[in-house]
């Protein structure tokens, strides 16, 4: 049979749940088809350690040196597992995916072989009138037949060029869901050989909360103002109130401890383990200063914004000190990406904003029913509406059931409130 592999059109714009999700479906169509895999090895500089990890910078001076060593040690092990004739340092070696398909990657004699490009987004299977999985694999062997014939020496190059709602008809059809890799086994296969320490305590409910702030962040000004980083139509922008600002998605910390506050003290009876991550607000200084001319500042409030910088996360993370069963893993490091994708995948709740999706494609790729966590998604508006867009091109249809919005404000929905306390309660049984 042919063979196939996969290819990133713009590996340094995506992360790597971007890729993973990628990969899962098209993994998916091609040994639907018959045919058999050939590794191209993966690349995502903006998930890789060399980028996340400023060693170097002022950043992360002030961090205690038995920190920062211990962080090193940790990262460096992956830094060195390496697919063969690669220079990856990235995420996949700390997930076990280069050293799972070592066997099966592409080489020279691949380039022998008749090449066939199959290229993918929501315009090509519109325009195909492409509406079933049987419509989309016929698709693929009309172009693989009339490209090579019935000739068993191809090797098909799949790759996504555009939006991929049509991933949905990969991941719900049946026939299909049986060729689905299993990245969870292989996950906790490399934690065997490589153990990762868990930040967790044991016998508790375990909670991971992800704070997307960085690109997607609300900037407030030392003169009280606001300048929001995302959705891109309004970023940049300085509003005189909150309230102005006109979007619903904007989720910050104030939002999450007003949630937390309320959720904890809900579940009082019970022993509660929190992980608090967030990449912090680096980057997005880092966005304003690389913008200072576009947003209007005299220069004596641009310097005044930059100055504020220094103190700005540990102000608005202080908000958590409060609440002694939370741990805070704040900025962008490699280390910290580890133990976020360690922490979610054992954990029973994930607490995520709008801003957040790359919680939502790791466990479309690595939960099953039988260990799929609650997710919540926290929305600022009162009434809080399901992404459905999120489901289709994550494949989370399977999933949505274990999927809740709400809003901040709403700590006590009856329907949440009910599944956390059948969760505490079953952890708790657990722990006797």
């Not at 519109?126 to 419509?135: L, M």
């Not at 009339?146 to 991929?164: D, M, P, T, Y």
């Not at 508790?204 to 997607?216: A, M, P």
């Amino acid at each position: 049979m042919p063979e196939f592999t996969i290819v990133f059109a713009s590996p340094s714009e995506a992360g790597f749940t971007d890729q993973l999700n990628q990969f899962n479906a098209f993994y998916i169509l091609g040994r639907s088809l018959g045919y058999t895999y050939v590794h191209t090895p993966f690349a995502s500089p903006r998930s890789s350690c060399t980028n996340l990890s400023n060693w170097s910078g002022l950043a992360y001076m002030r961090q205690l040196v038995c920190q920062r060593i211990a962080a090193l040690v940790r990262c460096w092990r992956y830094r060195s597992i390496m697919a063969p004739g690669t220079t990856s340092r990235d995420v996949y070696s700390f997930l076990g995916l280069e050293q799972h398909f070592r066997s099966a990657l592409l080489h020279s004699s691949h380039e022998k072989l008749d090449i066939v490009r199959v290229d993918f987004s929501d315009d090509i299977i519109k325009r195909n009138n492409i509406v079933t999985c049987n419509n989309l694999q016929e698709f693929v062997k009309n172009i693989v037949s009339e490209a090579v014939g019935n000739s068993n020496s191809a090797l098909i190059k799949f790759q996504l060029v555009g939006s991929r709602h049509f991933f949905s008809l990969i991941f719900n059809h049946p026939s299909c869901q049986c060729h689905e890799l299993n990245l969870r086994s292989i996950y906790f296969h490399e934690r065997l050989k490589c153990p990762w320490r868990s930040h967790f305590r044991n016998t508790e409910l375990k909670i991971v909360v992800h704070i997307r702030q960085g690109d997607t962040s609300l900037i407030e000004t030392p003169w009280k103002t606001y300048i929001p980083l995302w959705p891109r139509r309004i970023s940049l922008m300085e509003y005189s109130n909150k309230q102005d600002i006109p979007s619903n998605d904007l989720i910050d910390t104030g939002h999450f401890a007003h949630y937390l506050s309320l959720l904890t003290a809900a579940l009082s009876r019970y022993q509660v383990s929190m992980l608090i991550f967030s990449d912090g607000y680096e980057r997005a200084f880092k966005i304003l200063s690389e913008s200072e001319g576009s947003m209007g500042l005299t220069p004596a409030r641009r310097e005044q914004l930059m100055a504020s910088k220094a103190k700005y996360s540990a102000n608005k993370f202080k908000i958590f000190d409060s609440m002694p069963q939370c741990r805070l893993l704040v900025g962008e490091r490699a280390d910290y990406l580890y133990d976020l994708i360690h922490s979610t995948l054992t954990s029973d709740i994930i607490i995520v904003g709008t801003q957040q999706k790359m919680l939502l494609k790791l466990i479309a790729a690595y939960c099953n029913s039988s260990d799929m966590p609650l997710v919540i998604v926290l929305h600022s508006k009162t009434v809080a509406t399901t992404d459905v867009d999120d489901y289709h091109r994550f494949g989370l249809e399977r999933h949505k059931f274990n999927i809740m919005h709400t809003s901040f404000m709403d700590a006590c929905n009856g329907r949440i409130i009910d599944r956390l306390l059948q969760l505490a309660e079953k952890r708790s049984r657990a722990g006797h």
